[in-house]
């Protein structure tokens, strides 16, 4: 009976290969500064309305290009309270660089390499993955549909549960490509400044610098 309930549950190699058709599925047409914002406040709402933060978990957040520049960052929860206890600490920011840095090496989501490695009965230290790396669930590479040679950026999570925290980032990019392919257009489309046009006061300068190049009739005769 108890073998049976064991193999119910998913092994690492196939949550590996689960999250890696994620990562192949979940690909954007596009990618700038203002579609970082979207998606981390995203993140953060989606957080900040789940049990964990109801009972007092904290989470950071962070979206950088793959060059390392800064495109969102927050925190949900405070670093300390009057009764001492914090939701977030120091240590929660180093962790969250951490896994960028796994994403940034490997070019895979933290959570991939994490199950991958545990299928291989690998060790972070015989994968080369120590000091500045910290393989834990919840950084998840941004990949651009028509770019497959490298990711162009990476959202991250940090609360301390690694299934936990790679479930919220993949399911709120999920979430966000499907809008975007429901609304036809992307929110960068929108913002984008579109190309003057010529207005009847344009039509009228046109026109008067027209009749000022050409000579008239009567100017013509004259000096005949």
Known sequence: MF?????TFPTAAEIASQTLVEENSYR???????????LGLSIRKRFRGSSRHAKGKGLVI????????PLFCCSVGDLGHISGIGDISLDSWSALEGMINVVKRT???????????AAMGKTPKQMGLQGEFRVNGGAFPIWLQN???CPIAVVACFSGSSQDDHRLVSTTVRDYLARLSSSGTSPTDASAPSPPTAGPSAARDEQTYTSDKQPSTESKESQE
């Open 28 to 38: 954007f047409p596009s990618f700038a500064a203002s579609d970082a914002v979207t």
């Open 107 to 117: 070019g895979h989501s933290s959570y991939y390499v994490e199950k991958g490695m």
């Open 3 to 7: 073998n049976n309930a064991h193999s």
């Open 147 to 149: 770019a497959p040679c």
């Open 62 to 69: 962070a979206i950088q290009t793959i060059a390392g520049h």
